[in-house]
């Protein structure tokens, strides 16, 4: 599976939306966390589990097709307010273990008459049975604990569940980013924020290239806040970065090596491409190969002067696919030259908000281009004048 089940069918994306502990052990729907009563009248918390045997491919299997009415429960027998075990819902008692770290010790079989509609409608309803009586004796307590949990999915890119697409209902919209592959050269100040925007979208791997080291004037261009001690170790920017970023998706792959003719070959396919570099032989030896390569690609870029103690300049987003490439050249696009004398950006001036800009502009552009945001323009150069707070759209298809 490309993204978790969550994502994939909406009564389970609502069930982790409402705040619930969902996770998926050995094929079974497992809520952890639920209150309930035992026989001495004391709160406790309780599991509920599901079988979803009956599942077709990624896609749940409706209780009422499936014939799958029946709960089960980790815990003593739930009872009501006065401690009387709630009979009414009992099915059968006794330990069954369905798999390393899940027994069960009692389950459940109650159901309305024209069945459950869906696992949101089945699960929500056994644990509205159980935590009521609960509640009676305090209210505070609730299944919706809105902890984490970790991701279900060991396929998906993430190590936890996307649960904020799935609490605005754009899971269907953000599957259109599922990327085998998507690259970002250099990642430095641009780059960086390049890559806190795509670690946070189910691309299943993001390649990021660059052979420099992190150094004290990155930690004031970059999302985050290195500490001293990370800094004195003198690491290289993408296993900085990989590091930070690998804590939340699974497949950043750092690569320690500059864009040159000996390394271009490494590169490897590529879905997409971010080109956050310095103009020079390197990036017309990227581009080159990118094109060949049939790969679409956005260039960032930004000029900026010193003009009467203040700063202005432009802000540069520049698209690349199969179906326009002659601008890049035609027009001067993109420039492969070294930054003239009054661009002192290429002095590594600290301007971490313009990166940021830069960064978002050219995500946005991704997007765009892979149907997650309309896109009425397609525009393949733009830019955004800093003075008069403009964005000029160029280039259109």
């Known amino acids: 599976m490309s993204l978790p089940l969550t994502s994939r069918n909406p009564d389970l994306a609502r069930i982790v ?3 619930y502990e969902l996770a998926v052990l050995h094929n079974h729907l497992v809520i952890s966390g639920v209150p309930y009563v035992n026989c001495k009248g004391e709160v406790r918390l309780g599991t509920l589990v599901s ?3 009956n599942i077709s491919g990624d896609v749940t299997v409706s209780p009422i097709e499936a014939g799958k009415h029946v709960a089960m429960w980790a815990g003593e027998y739930p009872c009501d307010s006065a401690g009387s075990p709630l009979e009414h819902m009992r099915h059968t008692s006794g330990d069954q273990t369905l798999g390393p770290g899940l027994t069960v010790n009692h389950s459940f079989s109650k159901k309305p008459s ?22 009676d004796l305090d209210p505070n307590v609730s299944a919706r604990t809105h902890r984490f949990v970790e991701s279900e999915d060991p396929h998906s890119p993430f190590h936890y569940p996307d649960t904020a697409s799935g609490r605005v209902g754009i899971t269907n919209v953000m599957r259109k980013l599922e990327l085998a592959r998507v690259g970002i050269f250099g990642v430095g100040g641009t780059g960086s924020y390049v890559l806190d925007l795509v670690a946070k979208t189910p691309v299943r791997q993001i390649a990021i290239f660059d ?6 004037h ?25 590091g930070i970023y690998s804590r939340m998706h699974r497949g950043i792959e750092p690569h320690d090596f500059a864009i040159a003719a000996d390394t271009i070959d490494r590169i490897g396919a590529l ?9 020079g032989t390197p990036k017309r030896l990227l581009v080159e190969y990118l094109e060949q390569n049939g790969v679409p690609f956005v260039d960032v870029g930004m000029g900026i002067e010193l003009i009467d103690e203040g700063l202005t300049g ?8 199969p179906a326009k490439r002659e601008h890049v050249r035609d027009n001067r696009r993109i420039s492969f030259k070294d930054g003239g004398k009054d661009n002192i950006y290429a002095k590594n001036i600290q301007i971490a908000d313009l990166n940021a800009l830069n960064a978002a502009l050219a995500v946005i552009r ?24 403009v964005i000029i759209n160029e280039d259109k298809t």
């Open 17 to 19: 939306q409402e705040g």
């Open 51 to 53: 079988d979803m045997s």
């Open 211 to 216: 052979g420099d080291t992190f150094l004290q």
């Open 366 to 389: 991704w997007k765009k281009y892979f149907g997650f945001y309309i896109d009425l323009g397609h525009e393949h150069h733009a830019n955004f004048a800093l003075n008069g707070n």
């Open 218 to 242: 990155n930690a004031f261009r970059a999302p985050g806040a290195p500490s001293g001690d990370e800094l004195r170790e003198l690491p290289k920017k993408v296993d900085y970065l990989a």
């Open 114 to 135: 024209e069945g459950y509609r869906d696992y949101h409608h089945k699960l929500t309803t056994y644990v509205a049975m159980i935590e009521r009586h609960a509640q």
């Open 314 to 321: 432009l802000v540069r987003v520049t698209t690349s696919t």
């Open 271 to 279: 879905d997409f491409a971010f080109i956050c570099m310095d103009p």
